[in-house]
């Protein structure tokens, strides 16, 4: 399967203070990046989708100015949290993908704790 | 919009127990449908698959049918392990770079020896 580096694993962060995710897809070009955030015991749900080269597209109640995403090249996407508060405590994960691929490969995620 | 249903949890049974995780979709075309699962501490991994209706997607002892006719997916193993002990999410997607993946809310099934 696809190799997907996803890091930080884990991070903890005082609140008010930014955190940047890096996502890398290792083997394939990944012309989308999907951002999920799963809260505990609930489903992974859809933050926002990001094309290489372009703005991305964020879910209904997803703050665009909160959660800054950059897909500036076909191997990298990356997540920023910014002035991160208690609520913002989640796992992120994203998923590379591209035209043609119909199944998911996933990174280990990132555990964000903010204190 | 599509959505994915699934049973709640937790799910506990005892080792060698039969095992069902209900999965409903409701979907606008014909997605495929995975399982996921996680074990404790890891990321997700893909369990099994189907992209047609009536295909069966198998792995390690877990199956799955695409049911179109009652729109359901759900999951199935005959014995399971203690190492089966997971969260496991029935999902949909369309496929492609620009379809997501819809999740289900996740199944926790704890065995116990």
């Known amino acids: 399967g696809a190799v997907v580096s996803q890091h930080p694993s884990w991070v903890i962060c005082k609140s008010g203070t930014s955190v940047k995710i890096e996502c890398r897809s290792l083997?394939?070009?990944?012309?989308?990046m999907f951002w999920y955030r799963q809260f505990p015991k609930q489903s992974l749900m859809l933050m926002a989708t990001?094309?290489?080269?372009?703005?991305?597209?964020?879910e209904q109640g997803v703050e665009k100015d909160k959660f800054l995403i950059n897909h500036a090249s076909l191997t990298l996407s990356t997540l920023t949290v910014t002035s991160a508060h208690p609520e913002d405590s989640s796992f992120y994960i994203c998923?590379?993908?591209?035209?043609?691929?119909?199944?998911?490969?996933f990174g280990q995620g990132t555990r964000l704790t903010v204190v | 919009g599509d959505s994915v249903t699934q049973m709640e949890g937790p799910v506990t049974l005892s080792e060698e127990a039969f095992l069902t995780i209900n999965c409903t979709y409701t979907?606008?075309?014909?997605?495929?449908l995975f399982w996921y699962v996680q074990y404790p501490g890891e990321g997700l991994q893909l369990l099994l698959k189907?992209?047609?209706?009536?295909d069966k997607g198998s792995n390690k002892g877990f199956e799955a049918t695409y049911r179109k006719e009652t729109t359901s997916f759900h999951l199935e193993k005959g014995s399971v392990q203690v190492s089966d002990s997971a969260v496991y999410f029935c999902?949909?997607?369309?496929?492609?770079?620009?379809?997501?993946?819809?999740f289900g809310t996740g199944t926790l099934l704890a065995v116990q020896p």
């Open positions: 999902a949909s997607s369309y496929g492609g770079a620009t379809n997501k993946l819809i």
């Open positions: 083997d394939f070009q990944a012309t989308t």
């Open positions: 990001s094309n290489e080269g372009s703005k991305a597209t964020y």
């Open positions: 998923i590379p993908s591209k035209t043609g691929r119909t199944e998911a490969f």
């Open positions: 979907a606008t075309g014909y997605p495929s």
């Open positions: 189907a992209t047609k209706a009536d």
